[in-house]
Every structure is written in C-alpha cells, then in structure tokens.
C-alpha cells in the first residue's frame, strides 16, 4: 500500500490491490487444503515456513509492480497476466494419503462425524493433487489455472486516452465543447454525463415549457422559443453529431463522443486519470469539471412519511419537466416551494398551463415577496402581486413545520402560522447544492463561504484542470470572486474554459446575463451583481394605470460603481450594461446612465 502513493489508494489503485489480495488468498487457501487432504507436505514442495516467506515476497512484488504501473506513464493498462510466470515441474506420483489429521493451529468446524472410509486409491503421476480433495473444499477456477498460483488479473476494464474530457453533459460542457473546437478543430473529446440525454438548455424547463402548446405532430415533443421567434428543440446538438467512443481516437478530423448515463466518481490530478461507475478509466492531457448543482432538499419533506416522500418532486432536469406535465393531467392542486427564480416562473407557469383543467396552484415561501434576494423591496413587493394576479394563491413569510398523507394521496403541508395546505404534488424548487464531490477527492479547494470549486480568472483551478458553470467559484477580474447560477454563466465560463484548454489563456471579463419571466406581461434581464442588500439605483417610465413599475432601470452600486444592473421589461440593454460595469468608474449621479437604455 506504501508503494502507491500517499493516503489511502483509490479508484483503481484500490481495485487492482484488492484483486492482487484476493488472488494471493486464493493461492494460501488451496495450499492449506491441499495439506489438510495429505496431513503432511509432499516431498518436492517447501516447508510452511517457506511457503509463506514466499507468500510475502510475493504480495512485495505485487505491490512494486503496482507501483510500476500507476506511475510509468507508458503503461497504460495495469493487468498482471503480462507478467512471466515460472513454470512448475510435473507433479510426482502421490503415494496414498494417511488419515487427516487437522493441525492445532487451524481451528477444525466438523460437523456431523462421517463413516469411515477406505483410503482413496494413489493418484496417477500426470493428475493434480488436489484432484482427491472433495469438490466443496476446492474452490472453482478455470481451465487453465495451475494449483492456484495463477496471478494473472481478469481482463481490465476498458480504458480510453482521451486530449479533451468533459465531466458534466450540460450547457457548460457544451460550450466547452464549442470553445476547444474553434481553436482545436481537430480536437478528440469525450463527455461524460449521468443524465440519459444529450446536452439541453435548462431555462425553457420553467419558462417556454408551460406557455408553449404542443405540435400536432409531436404531442410529446420538448420545444423552445428561440430568438427569432420559432419553436425549436431544447437539445444544442442532433445525435448524429457524437461519435461513438470506441472509434474516438481513430475519427477523422475533430470529433466529439457522449457516455450518457454514466458518473465519474474519481479524477486523480497527478496520474491525469478519470474513473467511471462502471470501471472505465479515462486518461486525459485536459479535464474540465462542469457537474453543476442538485436540488436543495427540504429537511422537513425529507423526514416525512414515504407516502409524502412519493408525491414530492426536487425540480431541476428534464425528466422532472416530463414528470411534472403528467402530474398536471393527474392533479387538481399542486403546491410549489420556493421564491426564487425557478419557484416564481414554475407557479406562473403552472397556473397557466393548468388553468384550462383547473388546477390551483400554491406558492408557499420564507420571504417577503419573490426573487426577494435580487429586487428591491419595494419591486419584490409588486412583482408578488403580479404573480397573484395571474391565478398563483402566495404564502409569503410561511415555512413548512410538518407534512402528512391526507385523503385520495394528497399531502397535508402545515405552515408555521397554523394553517394546512393540501397539494396532489409538492414540487421543490429552493436553489441547488454545487457537486463538488470530484473536488473532494481530487484535494481541490472548495469555497467553505460561497460553495463550488475555486478557480483562478482563467477558470483553472489546477494545472490542467478547469471549470465552469454552477460548480464554478471563480475571479472576476472587474468584480472579484464570484459564484453564478444561470444557463448564460454556465455558457460563457464553458466557452472560456474550453478556449483556455485549448491555449487561449485568457481571463474572464465578459459579464455573463440571466433572464426571467412571470407570465407574458412581465420580463427582466440582468447582468453583473443583482444583489438586494447592495445601494440601489432606479429609474422608472411614466406609470400607466396600475403598472407603477411596469418598465425601468435598476442599478446596484458599490462605492459609487455600477456593478450590476437590471432592466424590467426593457429588452436588448445588455451590451450596454456590460460595457457600462467593465468601465468601473464611480458616478456620482448614476440615475444620468438611464438615458443610455431605451425605457421611455
């Protein structure tokens, strides 16, 4: 174990070890069967003693090959059956074994006391031994096994060489992709994803998905309102574009493989090695770590009654989208937790596509009013009105205290005022938890403060291994260190990331966007630090009826900079806003900025 490198082994350090072990047990159990069946050594095998001197010389060597192969980078695969085997001389005859007797030093296990039995005829010279013993002492193995000193391995899982892997099949990766391509266009790259699709855009999950109705011709069909209007798939790229991963390295020209429902459990920066669920290993020059974020669980819903537990949904991928439409069909009340983003837009959303049917829809939160942590109160407040005119019943400032199965399995949510909601479906949406599970093991630093992996302005938070999106905890050079969530950041960091894996060595300073909805009356987009607690700034059209702040300008200063700024119902600004954060001059009359944006 000493020989493989500090700390305990893992990954397939540890596998190849604990085959090695099992082996050289193999070897020990049918020598002492073998003695037992023959009370006494054979005339050309050595000693106990020797025999286990050798044992330990053995169980050395087999750790100093170990060594050998994890660190000689010319070895590519760790399988002992290359290693030269000394060849044992025929056995002699064996004379008649005389009656067991059963060492004091191994404890005996007899059961019920057999009839004697004749001695057992001599053996012919030209058969083993261990022929005589009876079948359930010795153990199986194959053909061509010589008395249990086989060391050779089984065959080793399937191992790739890959220049580029991509750990995470979503937008991160997926403009990684793009962005090694464009310098790199001869480019190998594998992605690994545990989800069983190809990379997809998450924002139409909440947004798009609930407005959009479905095409005559494909009912089921997952689509998207892009730019230009027209409906398109949520999936960036047809299945035609991957190839297959065993004929990566011989495809002509820059090519791209996908193992789809697969996790990598262990990176090893030193060996530049990846670890698959399934025992692959994959050995890269470039790794880029993109795993995203889990739902954030609910402690209250997690302890409840499994009849609670089945009818609570963590909503984050495509598969809760295509769950939660049927639950729709199936529901007359859904519940939705959470005030943020994906909260609101899901109520909204919600509310409308099941308004035909008649499903009420509750939105229960700690807060005083929606996206509380990025609007000023005073928009928070108005926008929560917003979301209850469009048919959502709000609870704001509530928290759940207890959940129980209630009658025709629905759930009984109690809130900390006393009163129950009842819901067909509860469905979470409370922010997401960064995987950095792989940071762990790999000893790369973690941000104990902000969460996700710390990364450098280049995204690289070691030699040659990268980061983006959710799980990135990152220097902005224009604002510092920083954690985003949104679809854009996760584009713009995979774009660099996969850019500067490629040589591009540049560091980030193109402020990533994030967008929302809450029907079709109300949008914003925002860009830099959207943060409630920061000075804020705005600037508001001329109000008609009821639409006090039915469009305007909001900007988020710190020491008189502008470091972020958010536009409500105002739309193609942000080139501007960028350009105006990147300057980081300090204004003494900010609201004057608002004649830059075309809210009047």
Sequence with gaps: VRCLQPGSPTGVGKMALARSTQRLRSVLNAQLTRRLAHNAPQKDEASPTAFYAAAAVSLTAAGVLLYRGFHNPKIESHDLSTVPRRERPAPKAAPAPEPATVPESIPSTPSTPAPATPAPPPAPANTDASENVPASATPAKPADENEGDNFSAPPAPKTYNVPYLLIGAGTASHFAMRGILERDPAAKILIVGNE???PYARPPLSKDEWFNEPRPDHPDSVLAQGANGQRVEVFFSTPEKFTDADDLATAPGGAVSLLANHMVIDVDPILKRAILDNGIAVYFDKCLIATGGRP?????????????????????????????????TQSKRIAVVGGGFLGSELAVGLAHAGREQGVAVEQIFKEAGILSKILPSYLSEWATKKVQGSGVSVHTGRTIVAAAPAAGNQVALTLDNGETVTADKVVVAVGIQPNIALAQGARLEVDPARGGIVANSELQARSDIYVAGDVANFYDISLGRRREEHHDHAAVTGMLAGANMAGARRPFFNQSIFWGHLGPAVSYEAVGIVD????????????????????????????????????????GSMPMARKIIRSEKAYEHVSELARLFNIY
């Design 196 to 198: 069983n699709y190809r």
């Design 296 to 328: 954030r669980p609910l402690k209250v819903l997690e302890k409840a009654d499994p009849a609670v537990r089945e009818n609570v949904l963590l909503y984050r991928s495509l598969d809760d989208l295509l769950h939660l439409k049927e639950a729709l």
């Design 532 to 571: 409630a607690s920061l000075p804020t700034v705005a600037v508001w059209a001329q109000p008609s009826g009821e639409d006090q702040y039915g469009k305007g300008v909001v900007f988020y200063t710190r020491e008189k900079k502008v470091v972020g700024i958010l536009c409500w119902n105002v739309t």
